[in-house]
């Protein structure tokens, strides 16, 4: 390859950001691929998230095949691997990332002009045959959403894999419940390697240069130059006009699309790219459903050559067969296993959506509803109580988003809901699976502050219930409420005899077994990973510590709405 380090791209505003430029050594026009995130560019994937990268080694040892992986870095295409087959490779530190001077601010519209800017300079290149390509995890992902949306003239397709679209509900708040995993992340990932960090920062294992550029600033300043994720939190409650400036207008969103999504994504690498395909404009979209580490198979041989079949239809006007792939990519999720199945439409259009009422005073999930008044209590913080299925009596396979129906009431005027749907051998054990980040988690998730209960009837499906978050509405203690709480989509395939259960509970969800921990992740990982709700200023125990109710009645029947997949 040919390596051009820290080329210069001036943004309108004058700031100078830098990109690492890997190309073929012969002369030419090639296609671009262009990751612009915070994680600085030239810290590699080995020192920086160690267990993260032994995990891929032990688990996808594909993965590392047909590189050296010197130039590997994290959630960002290995150029080893695109180069040879006719590619530029680009990556650019954001702005106050790495060696890129400025301002941190995750998202903003500064941002993601800057990114507008480096995809026409990219376009114009003598290099570049002015298609360029969006590719890479997580924050790669969820800035192509953004970027996209404002139709860069050389922006050709992207491929946004585990990101997310809608960061008020799919990062900072899961039905109006705050999640502290920005905060952690922001202190773990992007402060590391913020631009001014100089000697105290690692130094790239290639050029030996300092990842976070070549000036040392105080704290005071490098605090002056980032948007603090936690304040973000405490000022903006509500879906208000700080989120909508950071929310990708998935409308307009043109270019062909490849959308992957995580079943085990509960908390930020799921929903955003299942709704991203959905609402996307695009006539020309993808959406692929997988399981596993959030990282491994965007790296592995799995995920390379869907990525380059689907760069190589849109990028070199290759006839390789991807304009005729149907929509929909399923890994459909067994207890031992995935089985790939294409399909062509979201949700599925033969889903039997089957409810199962939850029958309080049996704990149970029946295919009847009750008729006789029942309640049933528990702590507003505690466990919760579990509602079971009989055995199914047949291989079932469950395949959708999910949603609940739940008639609530509280000693207090507020109340916190936490469902967990989970999956259980004929003796009774919960099986978990490995998630994007936690090993132990379970089959689904769906969160809902009952204060934040009201529904945006425009853009709300039976299936997927979709909260405006534009208000509060206080409880009155004692006084039951109708809440639609949504359930992230899920894929599980129960074998005949086993069992489903839905437990309501008011706080996360924790595995019973060991904890697990990543070197990324701040504190070890109980079955949630990083996506906890357990800030003491937004779940004060005043508020949130009292006892929820749930009702039934004749008029009040709630259920769990389950996406049944019949078989072909």
């Not at 990751?35 to 993965?63: C, H, I, N, V």
């Not at 922006?155 to 952690?184: M, Q, V």
């Not at 209960?453 to 425009?458: N, Q």
């Amino acid at each position: 390859m040919a390596i051009e380090w820290d080329v210069p791209i001036e943004m309108d505003d004058g700031i100078v950001l830098r990109a690492d430029v890997y190309r073929p050594l012969a002369s030419g026009r090639y296609p671009v691929i262009m990751t612009y995130g915070p994680y600085g560019k030239g810290l590699s994937f080995q020192e920086g998230y160690q267990t993260a990268w032994e995990l891929m080694a032990a688990r996808y040892p594909d993965a590392l095949e047909g590189s050296s992986n010197l130039y590997q870095a994290w959630e960002v295409a290995d150029p080893e691997k695109w180069v040879p087959d006719g590619y530029v490779v680009v990556r650019v530190d954001s702005r106050g990332a790495g060696r890129s001077p400025g301002v941190i601010d995750h998202f903003s519209q500064r941002e993601t002009l800057d990114y507008y800017q480096c995809i026409e300079w990219a376009g114009v290149q003598p290099w570049s045959n002015g298609k360029v390509g969006l590719n890479g995890i997580s924050y790669y992902g969820a800035n192509q959403w953004l970027v996209a949306a404002m139709q860069p003239p050389h922006l050709a397709a992207i491929c946004p894999w585990e990101g997310f679209s809608d960061g008020y509900r799919e990062s900072t708040f899961h039905g109006g419940i705050l999640c502290t995993f920005g905060k952690n992340w922001q202190e773990i990932q992007v402060k590391s390697v913020q631009h001014g960090r100089g000697e105290g920062a690692p130094r790239s294992r290639v050029t030996g240069k300092r990842v976070c550029g070549d000036e040392t600033l105080g704290e005071a300043q490098l605090k002056a130059n980032r948007a603090e994720i936690s304040g973000r939190a405490t000022d903006h409650r509500f879906d208000d006009d700080f989120y909508a400036q950071r929310r990708a207008r998935l409308d307009q969103v043109t270019v062909p699309v490849l959308s992957a999504a995580n079943w085990g994504g509960q908390g930020l690498h799921l929903r955003g790219n299942v709704e991203g395909f959905v609402q996307a404009g695009s006539r020309q979209k993808w959406l692929e459903l997988h399981g596993g580490e959030h990282w491994t198979l965007f790296y592995a041989r799995y995920g390379v050559n869907l990525q380059k079949q689907f760069f190589g239809h849109y990028l070199k006007g290759e006839d390789n067969g991807w304009g005729q792939r149907p929509p929909v990519l399923l890994n459909v999720r067994h207890v031992d296993k995935f089985v790939e199945r294409a399909e062509s439409e979201w949700p599925l259009a033969r889903t039997q959506w089957t409810r199962m009422h939850l029958d309080l005073a049996r704990r149970a999930l029946a295919g009847e509803a009750g008729q006789a008044p029942a309640t049933a209590a528990f702590d507003a913080m505690g466990e919760g109580m579990r509602f079971m299925s009989a055995p199914f009596e047949r291989e079932t396979e469950i395949t959708g988003p999910l949603a609940c129906k739940l008639f609530v009431s509280s000693s207090t005027n507020d109340a916190d809901i936490f469902l967990v749907l989970g999956l259980y051998d004929p003796q009774g054990r919960e099986v978990v699976f490995q998630g994007a980040l936690d090993p132990h988690t379970p089959v689904a998730q769906g969160w809902l502050r009952a204060s934040h209960r009201e529904l945006d009837p425009a853009r709300s499906a039976p299936w997927r219930p979709f909260h405006a978050h534009q208000r509060q509405q206080p409880l009155e203690p004692g006084k039951p409420v109708e809440l639609d709480v949504e359930i992230w989509p899920t894929s599980i395939v129960v074998p005949a005899g086993w069992t489903i259960g839905l437990t309501v509970r008011g706080k996360d969800y924790e595995y019973e077994g060991a904890a697990a921990r990543l070197s990324n992740v701040k504190f070890p990982m109980k079955g949630c990973g990083p996506f906890l709700h357990d800030d003491p200023d937004d779940r004060p125990p005043s508020v949130f510590g009292g006892r929820t109710t749930l009702h039934s009645d004749a008029q009040r029947l709630p259920y769990l709405l389950v996406p049944v997949i019949p078989p072909r």
